[in-house]
């Protein structure tokens, strides 16, 4: 159930094609129809006669509906990518009006049974396999080794990290070319990347914005073998991907899979992955090189660190053996073909049949 209203100006944003904003007309009208009614209710809680997803956030407490008040469902499932192991002493009281916990990666789920909640399940996130998927290069650049990074600019996604291992092995190959997709809607956070100090300090301009080119100079890194993509919508990132010959996340915490990483292996790209909480659902025999010096970071329970070292040496590992990295390319795409958003659907359905 979605609650969220749609309009000309929403679906320039998430540029959807005339054809499927047709078909999902029925359900944004329905959704609008829903919302409207709710916002005319006081700030009270309201329980509705149907399926309920309530997302739940850090403190696993469920977001206020449009009226301003608790919204709950029959039967009412809370759906959470919590990003800390710390979820306090009260976590399952205050997930008790929910008929199950539905965890968005095998770690919170595991958290989640740790700190005593009873049902738990989890359901991983899924790609557009319409999208994301092999196909041919266009070989846009074929004397260039290209490194794709992607994620919302924070310190959690560990930018600071490919920043910092790609001063050095840029260095050493003058062919290679770091591709990235650092955009974020809320630059605020990206600023906590100055706290951690593995790179040159991130700069921002005069509107508070992060200057991703910038800080790239600031570490060293030519402008030649530097690419910010900027925003760039998500049906347009399957032939950006195809392009690439690796793509590198040090991420130091997933709540989730990664969706980007997802989309990256999805397409076939040899993917280099943190071996931490979320990134863990997607380190199978062979499916992406694993990056397995996880340090713990004390003042954030449940985020690793990785060393740059390795990141080089995996970087390193993809560039001079081409052949394991197309092996561990195609094994990273057959694992994903399995993880659709249909799948994703067929599961949440299973589990909510079963309450």
Known sequence: M??????????????????????????????????RRLVKEDPDPITLSAVFLSSLGNDLKAQPGPHGGPLAGQPDL???????????????????????????????????????????????????????????????????????????????????NVMAAWRIFAARHPDALLVVAWENFWPQIAKGINGIGRTAPLPFTHDGKPDVDGWAAANG??????????????????????????????????????????????????????ANSGHLDLLRDGTALALTDQRPILSVPGWRESNIDEIVTALETLYTDRTRAAQIGAAGAKLLAGLTWTKTAAEMKRIILAI
């Open 221 to 274: 890194i030519k402008p030649e073998q530097f690419l910010n993509l900027g925003l760039i919508p998500n049906a347009s990132m399957p032939t950006i991907l195809r392009e690439m010959d690796a793509a590198v996340f040090p991420n130091r915490c997933e709540g989730g899979t990664n969706l980007v990483a997802m989309e990256a292996m999805a397409c076939g790209v040899p993917c280099i992955l943190s």
């Open 2 to 35: 979605a609650l969220a209203s749609t309009s000309d100006v929403d679906r320039n944003v998430i540029h959807v094609d005339p054809l499927r904003w047709l078909a999902l007309q029925p359900f944004s009208a329905r959704s609008a129809d829903l919302r």
């Open 78 to 160: 809370g759906v959470v990518f919590f990003e800390t192991e710390d979820l306090g002493h009260n976590a399952r009281d205050t997930v008790a009006r929910h008929n199950c916990i539905v965890a968005g990666s095998t770690w919170n789920a595991e958290v989640l049974r740790a700190h005593g909640i009873p049902c738990v399940e989890t359901v991983l996130q899924g790609v557009d396999a319409t999208l994301f998927h092999p196909a041919a290069k266009r070989g846009l650049f074929p004397d260039r080794f290209l490194v794709f990074s992607g994620g919302k600019l924070e310190p959690r996604k560990g930018q600071d």
